[in-house]
């Protein structure tokens, strides 16, 4: 392999002149590159490849030694600039893959597939010596037309309005996005969903895509005309938007009626005040999810006020011993059944932790359902803890949830 590293200082300039035009982007995924890797025979297709590889992983990462793998899929990606031959290996030292020299400026390539539901250490080393080192994470759902925005399908509208003056939750900060359905009138008496770590769940580009499900369940009519409530968890007030919220384990974790008392006493007065909203007073109308931490505080307010909830789409839920979530599956079978309907999602690749064994405690959640009788499903996967499981479940999730309201 033939390996010559240029001056530094010609190399970054010819990099940040391309990485500097305005509206400049990535345009090469792992996938896309092991396509090209394939193909690029001539000198200029790998040139231009070249440069589109180092725009992928980033110059100042690529050259100290910080340029971790990128992963499409089950596709994974790793790069770097050695002037020696570089390999990736596992942990173990068990050999990924040799890397590819891509032009002459020490720049070096290497994708494969990896199986999927995987989690794996590697490093990339030179000559013995260990250069880059991380973990890849394999977890790939296919989405259904669903979850992707249709023809012909009329979009809601998504308003944004920050709320500071919680008395619940005193000294916090959040965002709340408000679905409002197509053609949504102020006055329309809609249904009610809730959703906890709201904005990234209902960003129509994010992984959850709960907002274009929404318009094409809606469209469908295979769920009613809802209006949905996506609330972030509080900042402190020294904290910016993007930081992970300080106040998201006390207000989701917590048991007890707080975080109810914070939906119906502040945030949906308010949202009817804004927009004019009207939700229908049934119980069976008003639904609430999350996942995580934002689970069990679903699960909690349903549990506290099923006089207002009657719906809860909980997934990876975090039945554990971080704030007595631990003793749900207990209480569950210890009180009398209340009017709740329960959707769960787990996996088997779920954490377990000092806290707990996440995939155990949601099968004990869910045979304490079954023990009380309670109108409940699981759907058990391979996912890992967060969003990706779910994800592609929704629209499945979000029909049965729903069944039986017009």
């Given at each position: ?254 048991l007890g009626d707080a975080y109810a008392r914070f939906l119906i006493d502040e945030i949906l007065p308010e949202v009817e005040k804004r927009y004019q909203t009207k939700f229908r007073p049934q119980p069976e109308a008003w639904a609430i999810a999350g996942g995580s931490s934002g689970g069990i505080c679903s699960f909690t307010v349903a549990w506290e006020r099923p006089d207002k909830f009657h719906k809860v789409l909980c997934w990876v839920g975090t039945f554990v011993d971080i704030r007595g979530g631990n003793h749900y599956p207990y209480l569950v079978r210890i009180t009398e059944r209340k009017p709740i309907r329960v959707y769960l999602l787990d996996g088997e690749n779920d954490l377990d932790n000092k806290f707990g064994n996440w995939p155990l405690a949601n099968k004990m959640m869910a045979a304490s359902l ?37």
């Amino acid at each position: 392999m033939r390996a010559i590293i240029l001056p530094f200082f010609l190399f970054a300039v010819s990099l940040s002149q391309a990485q500097n035009k305005p509206g400049s982007q990535p345009l090469l995924t792992p996938r896309l590159l092991d396509a090209a890797l394939k193909t690029a025979s001539l000198p200029q297709d790998q040139n231009a490849l070249h440069d589109k590889v180092l725009r992928l992983f980033g110059l100042n990462n690529l050259t100290q030694g910080k340029a971790g793998a990128k992963i499409e899929a089950t596709t994974v990606a790793w790069a770097t600039i050695d002037t020696k031959p570089a390999r990736v290996v596992q942990q173990d030292g068990t050999l990924i893959g040799e890397m590819i020299a891509l032009g002459e400026d020490g720049l070096q390539v290497l994708v494969t597939e990896m199986p999927n539901f995987t989690e794996v250490g590697y490093r990339i080393e030179s000559e013995g010596m260990p250069r880059v080192a991380g973990t890849v994470h394999i977890e790939h759902f296919d989405y259904t037309a669903d979850s992707q925005p249709q023809q012909g399908v009329p979009q809601g509208k998504l308003e944004k309005f920050e709320w500071n003056t919680s008395k619940v939750f005193p000294d916090t900060l959040r965002d709340v996005t408000v679905y409002l359905p197509a053609g949504f009138k102020p006055g329309e008496e809609t249904c009610l969903m809730v959703w906890q770590d709201g904005t990234r769940h209902v960003d129509p580009n994010g992984p959850m895509r709960a907002s274009v499900v929404f318009d094409n369940l809606i469209h469908k009519k295979e769920m009613p005309r809802t209006v949905g409530v996506f609330i972030d968890p509080g900042r402190k007030p020294k904290q910016k938007p993007g930081d992970k919220a300080g106040n998201r384990s006390l207000e989701y974790d917590s048991l007890g009626d707080a975080y109810a008392r914070f939906l119906i006493d502040e945030i949906l007065p308010e949202v009817e005040k804004r927009y004019q909203t009207k939700f229908r007073p049934q119980p069976e109308a008003w639904a609430i999810a999350g996942g995580s931490s934002g689970g069990i505080c679903s699960f909690t307010v349903a549990w506290e006020r099923p006089d207002k909830f009657h719906k809860v789409l909980c997934w990876v839920g975090t039945f554990v011993d971080i704030r007595g979530g631990n003793h749900y599956p207990y209480l569950v079978r210890i009180t009398e059944r209340k009017p709740i309907r329960v959707y769960l999602l787990d996996g088997e690749n779920d954490l377990d932790n000092k806290f707990g064994n996440w995939p155990l405690a949601n099968k004990m959640m869910a045979a304490s359902l079954k023990y009380m009788n309670y109108d409940f499903r699981i759907d058990w996967t391979q996912c890992f803890h967060g969003s990706k499981g779910m994800a592609p479940s929704l629209p499945d999730a979000l029909r049965w949830l729903w069944r039986d309201v017009n």
